[in-house]
C-alpha cells in the first residue's frame, strides 16, 4: 500500500466499530498490553481513562505481579501475532482474566476464539503504525467514548490541508538534523508516536524527552553547542496542560531563545483534549512522510524489524 494514500485517508479511520461497551466498575484497574505501532493506542486510552481507575500500558512479555482477575486486561495486536503480547495474553490466562483481544486476525484472534474471550477485528493490510485510527477507534467504542470517534474524523478531514503544510515546513527544519521532540504529560504519547514515525517512515534516529523531567536533567545537555546544533527541536503541550507545567514549557522557551537555538513550539488544534491530540499526532505522521521524501526513503520497508523478526523466530 502506498504510504501518503494512507496518510491521506487516516481520518476515514476514526469510525465507530460494533462492540459491547465496557464498564469499569468492579474493575479494580486496567491494563493495555501492546507494542510498536499497536502499543501507541494503550498510551493514549491510559490518557483518557486515568481519571477513572488505575491505567497501565506496558511493552514486555510480562503481566505485572499485581495484576489479578479483578482487573481488565485489552491485548492489542494489528497482526495478532506479536510474541510479547500473546506472552502476556497467555499468562493472565493462567491467572484467571479475561482478556478483551484487538487484532485483525493471527494468534490473537485464535486464542480469543479457543478461551471465548471477546475479540474485537480490525481491517487487514495494513503496516500496523498506520491502522493506529482503527485500534484507537476500537477501543474508544469498547469503552463507551465512540462520541468522540466521529468528532475526530470531521476534524482532522477539515484541518488536512493546513497540518500538512504545516508538516512540510517541520520537514524542512529537520533535514540533516537530529530530530528530538519535546512533550509534556498530555502530549507524551503524541511525542512518542513523533519519535517512532520518524524512525520508520523517515529511516532516522530520532529521540523524545518529557516534562518537568527533562528540567531535572535533559536541560544541562544544551550546554554544548557541538551536539546541540547538530539537532532540530520541538516542543509539543496542550493548554490543559498543569498550570506548572505551561510555566515550565515558557521557561524552556527562554532557555533556547536564550542559546540562539530554534525551538519550535506547537499545540493541537481543537476544542477538546482528544481533537488536539490527534491534529498533533496527524501532523506528525506526515512530517515522517515529508522527511522520508526529502531523504528519498520508502516510508513502508522496514528491514531490520523484520530481520529480527526472522532471527527470532
Known amino acids: ?17 460494533e462492540c459491547q461497551p ?12 501492546g507494542m510498536g505501532g499497536s502499543g501507541i493506542v494503550g498510551d493514549f486510552m491510559k490518557l483518557f481513562l486515568s481519571a477513572e481507575k488505575p491505567v497501565l500500558s506496558i511493552r514486555g512479555y510480562d503481566l505485572p505481579a499485581f495484576v489479578k ?32 483481544c484487538v487484532s485483525s486476525g493471527g494468534k490473537l484472534r485464535e486464542i480469543a476464539n479457543r478461551e471465548g474471550l471477546v475479540h474485537i477485528p480490525l481491517p487487514e493490510g495494513y503496516p500496523p503504525r498506520y491502522a493506529l485510527g482503527f485500534m484507537l477507534s476500537a477501543l474508544l467504542c469498547l469503552f463507551g467514548m465512540d462520541g468522540s470517534v466521529e468528532r ?13 503544510k504545516t508538516a512540510q515546513e517541520l520537514a524542512k527544519n529537520m533535514f540533516t538534523y537530529l530530530p528530538v521532540v519535546y512533550g509534556t504529560p498530555l502530549t507524551e504519547p503524541v511525542a512518542f508516536r513523533w519519535k517512532t514515525q ?39 503541550y496542550d493548554p490543559q496542560d498543569h498550570e506548572r507545567i505551561l510555566k515550565r514549557v515558557d521557561i524552556t522557551r527562554q532557555v533556547f531563545e536564550d542559546l540562539g537555538v530554534l525551538l519550535k513550539v506547537l499545540s493541537g488544534k481543537g476544542e ?42
Open 22 to 33: 465496557i464498564s469499569l466498575e468492579g474493575y479494580a484497574g486496567v491494563v493495555f498490553s
Open 198 to 236: 520518524i524512525n520508520e517512515n523517515s529511516k532516522t534516529l530520532c529521540y523524545n524527552a518529557i516534562l518537568p523531567e527533562m528540567h531535572h536533567n535533559e536541560v544541562v545537555g544544551l550546554d554544548n553547542p557541538q551536539i546541540r546544533n547538530l539537532c532540530g527541536f520541538v516542543l509539543l
Open 69 to 100: 482477575d479483578n482487573w481488565l486486561l485489552v491485548c492489542t495486536s494489528y497482526s495478532g501475532n506479536t510474541e510479547e503480547t500473546i506472552s502476556v495474553l497467555e499468562e493472565a490466562l493462567q491467572r484467571g482474566l479475561k482478556p478483551v
Open 152 to 164: 475526530v474524523r470531521e476534524h482532522l478531514e477539515t484541518n488536512k490541508e493546513e497540518i500538512k
Open 1 to 17: 500500500m502506498d504510504a501518503y494514500l494512507m496518510a491521506e485517508d487516516f481520518p476515514k479511520q476514526f469510525s465507530k466499530i
Open 272 to 313: 477538546s483534549l482528544i481533537e488536539r491530540l490527534l491534529y498533533l499526532t496527524y501532523l506528525g505522521d506526515w512530517v515522517s512522510l515529508y522527511l522520508a521524501d526529502i531523504y528519498g526513503q520508502d516510508p513502508i520497508p522496514v528491514k531490520v524489524i523484520d530481520f529480527i523478526k526472522k532471527s527470532l523466530a
